[in-house]
Structures are given as C-alpha cells and as structure tokens.
C-alpha cells in the first residue's frame, strides 16, 4: 500500500495522469519497483546511506526520554480544580484588579495554608440561576473540575423571579454537578437584615438549607453577613463588596472549602 500511494506522488512529480497508472498487474509492479529505485536515489541525493536513513526512531526514542520529566511535572501540578459558579459576587465587579475576586482571593488563602487548588472564575454580573443553568456545559462541564461552588440566586430575588424556579434551576445544577462525580457546595447572600418583613426573601432564604439537606451538599450561608450593612466596605452603588469586603468573605468561604476538599485523584 505505501509503495502504491508513493506511486502516485511519483506519478503527479512526473507529470504522469493517474489513469494511465491502472492498466494492468504488470504495470503496477514495474511503477512499484520505479518507486523503490527513486527512493533510494532520493535517500542517497540528500546524504544519506541508505542502511541508516531511519530517523522517526531516533526521534522517538529522543522523545520516550523526555517523557518522564512530562509525568513529573504533572505529579508536580497535580491538585483540585474548583470552579465558582456566581453572579457579580463572583466576577469581582467594580474591583480594581482582577486578582481581588472572591475565587481569586479564596485561592490565594487556601495555598497559603498549603493547599494544593486552583479556582476558575465562572461568575457573570447580572447572571441568575437561570443562567447559570444554561451555561453550565461551557463554564463548569469543560472545565473537568473537581469541585463546583454554587454562588447563584441573588440577582432571582432581585429581579422579581419566582423562588420555585430558582429552586428547580439550582437543583438541577447541583443533580448535573453530582451525576459527574463532582462535589458540591452551596453558597448564599442570605437574606437582609430587614427581610422578616419580606415573606418573598424569606422564601429564597430557605431554598439553600434545603436543597443542601436534599443533596447532602455542605453549604454556607450569609456571604454578606457583617458586610452588607457596612457602608466602608460597599462600593459607592452600595451593594456590592470593595476589595477588602472580598478579602472579608474569602477568609470564611477559604475555610468552609478547606473543610469539604475532596481527596485529590
């Protein structure tokens, strides 16, 4: 077969139409030999001799020896990949640099106490469980991680959404996360300070303790507790955190994660 398609590349070199290549057995055999007796030349031409033109085996045997050095570079950077699944909270709006986001500060926590992670930063003001939903295949699934933060459902409230269907959504989030093995945690605002007056927030409140008692995901609630209604540690439209506000959270999410790590494959 190699003899037959290099046959053919002699063919096209030499101007020769295909066609006339298939005429009969004999035919083929004598542009197979033609073939052989050009490789030889061309061998030869380029310096070569012929009984030691092999060069993929050298190659090869080049790269086998680097292999090792790759495997422990691996073992080297083998640890956790967590993706934080969130809305602005997440994405770090209104923060001067991108390393004061909550996953980025929350990292740099966990390493320092010597914890092998590494955060991606899946959080889009604005978003809803809604979107979260309909992005997971390309901001958590692709990313293969070994855990998924869930950090969604603040701007639901806020935009008037039904807490039903912020529940289902969340669900079904955590039940995709789960059936791919990976473990999950839950996260909430919490419900503002003036919220029993607000039957709606306190809806929304309850959806995460249950949904972490359904799916038996450890959860943390209140990210904005002590935060919230701080005035220093609030940007000027009042809601979200300024950098050391994050600072403020990372220290608590930091733990809760170190807590429920999962073991490292």
């Known amino acids: 077969m190699f003899a037959l398609v290099l046959t053919y590349r002699l063919a096209a070199l030499c101007g020769t139409p295909y066609d006339l290549l298939i005429i009969d057995e004999w035919t083929r055999m004598m542009w197979q030999k033609l073939a052989v007796l050009c490789g030889a030349l061309v061998v030869t031409a380029c310096g070569g001799d012929g009984p030691s033109e092999p060069e993929a085996p050298v190659q090869a045997a080049t790269e086998s020896t680097d292999a090792p050095a790759i495997a422990n570079t691996a073992e080297e950077d083998a640890g956790l990949t967590i993706v934080m699944l969130g ?125 972490a008692a359904t799916y038996g995901v450890p959860h943390l609630q209140g990210m904005l507790e002590d935060i919230r209604d701080n005035a220093d540690l609030l940007l000027g439209d009042g809601l979200h955190p300024t950098a050391e506000g994050i600072g403020l959270i990372a220290d608590r999410l930091s733990i809760f994660v170190a807590d429920n790590l999962p073991a490292a494959d």
């Open 87 to 211: 809305d602005s909270l997440t994405a770090g709006f209104g923060l001067p640099d991108t390393s004061d986001g909550l996953p980025e500060q929350t990292e740099a926590r966990l390493r320092a106490s010597g914890h092998d992670v590494s955060f991606i930063n899946a959080g889009v003001s604005g978003d809803t469980t809604s979107g979260g939903l309909s992005r997971y295949d390309w901001s958590v699934a692709s990313a293969n991680p070994d855990m998924l933060i869930v950090a969604l459902g603040a701007n639901d409230y806020l935009q008037g959404q039904d807490p039903s269907l912020t529940r289902a959504n969340l669900s079904a989030i955590i039940e995709r996360a789960q059936s791919a093995g990976l473990a999950v945690l839950l996260v909430s605002v919490g419900a503002r300070s003036d919220a029993i007056s607000d039957p709606r927030a306190l809806a929304f409140a309850e959806i995460y303790p249950d949904l």
